[in-house]
């Protein structure tokens, strides 16, 4: 009998820190759609944004890590720290089925990425090999042509914060600590992480 594969959504993102959008995001989607596992997988470096003033890898790996713990259907990912920069998903893609064949990987991604997806590393060869799920973001259409069999749109609740909100907030001395998982609180506290504007 053939072994069901692991659905797994591949959840990519700076997470510059990682906040509850993101969570609640990805919490959603295992427990309302079809996914097995959410992969966060943090991106050393995005080809459409700057690497100039970002934390380190390794620290924000450690916020996803903390921010995850104890859910079972979550898991963080340093995959694309071996890889060459700046991370094309692409190539992500390709390594990781390679690297564990048992799973199938589903892209997920935000209405404001779908509409700009046209302009990524070769689009047409993760159409072909992986389905995708585009969820929404204010501002963004969320039309998917029929044509487009292996994408599908879906309908999460919204939690309109970005990590430079958190960022700004945070250099201002804001205290914000309900915007992200206490333990990701605690660990910017103890690292002074984001305390003025000069820092990533
Ligand atoms: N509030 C949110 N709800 C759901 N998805 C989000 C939210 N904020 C960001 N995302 C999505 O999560 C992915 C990773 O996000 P990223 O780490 O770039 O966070 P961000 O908050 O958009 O960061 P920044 O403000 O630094 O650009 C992106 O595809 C982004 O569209
Ligand atoms: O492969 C590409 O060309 C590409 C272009 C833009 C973004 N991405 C990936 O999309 C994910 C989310 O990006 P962002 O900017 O919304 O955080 C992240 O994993 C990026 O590496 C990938």
Redesign the pocket.
């Known amino acids: 009998m053939e072994k069901t594969r692991i659905k797994t959504g591949l959840f ?3 997470f510059n820190p990682i906040h509850i959008g993101h969570l609640a995001l990805a919490n959603y989607l295992c427990e309302y759609e079809d996914l097995d596992e959410v992969w966060f ?1 943090v ?1 050393p470096q ?4 700057k690497g100039d003033h970002l934390l380190d890898d390794y620290i924000r790996l450690e916020m996803v890590e903390a921010a995850i713990a104890g859910y079972p259907h979550f898991r963080a990912s340093d995959f694309e720290f071996g890889l060459p920069r ?5 190539d992500t893609l390709r390594q990781l089925a390679r690297t564990y064949p048992e799973r199938d990987f589903i892209l997920i ?2 209405a ?2 779908w509409a ?1 997806f046209a ?3 070769a689009p047409e060869e993760i159409l072909r090999n992986h389905s995708i799920r585009v969820y929404p973001r204010r501002g963004y259409d969320l039309t998917i042509p029929a044509s487009y069999t292996q994408v599908k749109a879906v309908e999460t609740p919204l939690l309109e914060i970005s990590s430079t909100f958190i960022r700004q907030a945070l250099a201002e001395g804001r205290d914000i600590r309900y915007f992200v998982h206490p333990e990701v609180y605690r660990i910017i506290q103890e690292k002074h992480l984001y305390q003025s504007s000069n820092q990533p």
């Open positions: 990519g993102g700076t997988l991106t995005n080809p459409f944004k700046p991370s094309y998903t692409v991604i935000g404001d990425n700009k302009q990524w590393r």
